[in-house]
């Protein structure tokens, strides 16, 4: 009888395999409605969020200071640490193997939203409430301060596209966010004004590069090391769980900052500011993934490096900085709303871009090669 544990265990395995398996395809298909569902609850259960907002997990020392953990930087902490599992070796060789393309998605995610942001600030003025004017120009900027996100590569995977860019995109500004996040917040802050540009300003001299060093590059090295030292094979046979696990976080991550915002924005009724959000943040996002398109085309690339410039340029991290904002600029937590709406905004445009351009082209490739 004790020779027929093995097979059992086996069976077991197997069987909880698949389960997983199942469940992440269910939750990558239906995303953008389990993203929706879980800012519903946030409006409506707020209670639990809240909870996870205040939990603190107590301090450590890191190179020599002083480090406050709390359970949402612990969730992003895991996100950075997945995407850095998810990177394989041979697609960090090939980074850099189409360095023009490279450096020119890289200097659109920086100056694309920079310049909408810019463009923005004097028709906003005749608004009649200059403080949301405010909180949404802030919030914008930490959306177009973020590093491009992980997210993007899968979107590109998924509509064949060309993976290694894409990875190298996400990299890249992951890298070199602690100098180029620094760079928007402070030339946002000269836009904006009062406490908000004081903050910008503040945040952009000081935190803004710990919290990204230990936050956001800190677990995304540690992934990478522990790919490589776990090995491909048995990354191959936890990668499903791996995904669930990240998807699990995302969701609790925007349900928990959602619940910060939400309930009292809905309660005031100000419909006109939500849907002044909802247009602007809908408006930078095209114009991102338009901005993708137009690089490709500029430098003739290929349909593969298109479908990946268009998907990085229009998805930005935004749960680093929903976390930031919710850490860095609790006196003003209306200005997590612009984050909260882009990031529901950019996995809809990112659907209807693969359903209606990359899907149909990847159909026609294949006809023509029959």
């Not at 200097?107 to 005749?126: A, C």
């Not at 993007?152 to 190298?168: D, H, R, V």
């Not at 000269?190 to 503040?202: K, M, Q, R």
């Not at 995304?220 to 490589?228: K, M």
């Amino acid at each position: 009888m004790a020779g027929w544990g093995i097979p059992v265990v086996d069976v077991q395995m197997a069987s909880s395999n698949r389960l997983i398996s199942g469940l992440v395809h269910l939750i990558h298909r239906y995303l953008i409605w389990v993203i929706v569902g879980s800012y519903l609850v946030a409006a409506v259960l707020p209670g639990l969020g809240l909870a996870i907002r205040h939990a603190s997990l107590g301090q450590f020392t890191l190179l020599g200071s002083e480090v406050n953990l709390n359970l949402p930087q612990l969730m992003l902490a895991t996100l950075l640490f997945n995407a850095g599992l998810g990177v394989r070796q041979d697609d960090l060789a090939r980074m850099f193997t189409r360095p023009r393309v490279l450096l020119a998605g890289l200097l659109g995610n920086v100056l694309v939203p920079l310049v909408f942001i810019i463009g923005i600030d004097l028709p906003m003025r005749t608004w009649h409430n200059g403080d949301e004017v405010q909180q949404i120009l802030v919030g914008l900027a930490l959306v177009g301060s973020m590093p491009i996100a992980g997210a993007s590569t899968a979107w590109a995977q998924n509509a064949n596209g060309n993976l290694a860019l894409s990875l190298g995109l996400v990299l890249l500004t992951t890298f070199l966010s602690p100098l180029l996040t620094p760079l928007v917040l402070h030339a946002v802050g000269f836009v904006t004004s009062g406490d908000y540009s004081s903050d910008l300003h503040e945040l952009a001299s000081d935190g803004v590069v710990s919290f990204l060093g230990v936050w956001v590059l800190l677990p995304s090295v540690l992934g990478i090391l522990t790919r490589r030292l776990m090995g491909e094979s048995r990354y191959a046979d936890r990668r499903d769980l791996l995904k669930l696990v990240n998807y699990l976080v995302l969701i609790l991550l925007n349900y928990s900052n959602a619940a910060l915002t939400l309930p009292d924005a809905l309660s005031r009724h100000d419909w006109d500011f939500l849907a002044l959000i909802l247009f602007i943040v809908t408006a930078l996002c095209l114009v991102a993934f338009a901005a993708g398109y137009l690089i490709a085309h500029y430098f003739h690339a290929d349909r593969n490096s298109k479908v990946s410039l268009m998907f990085a340029l229009g998805m930005n991290n935004n749960g680093t900085g929903l976390v930031l904002a919710s850490v860095a600029l609790a006196n003003h937590p209306q200005v997590m709303l612009p984050i909260i709406f882009y990031n529901l905004v950019q996995h809809l445009v990112a659907s209807i871009v693969d359903r209606r351009f990359f899907a149909q082209g990847a159909a026609n490739s294949v006809r023509a090669r029959r």
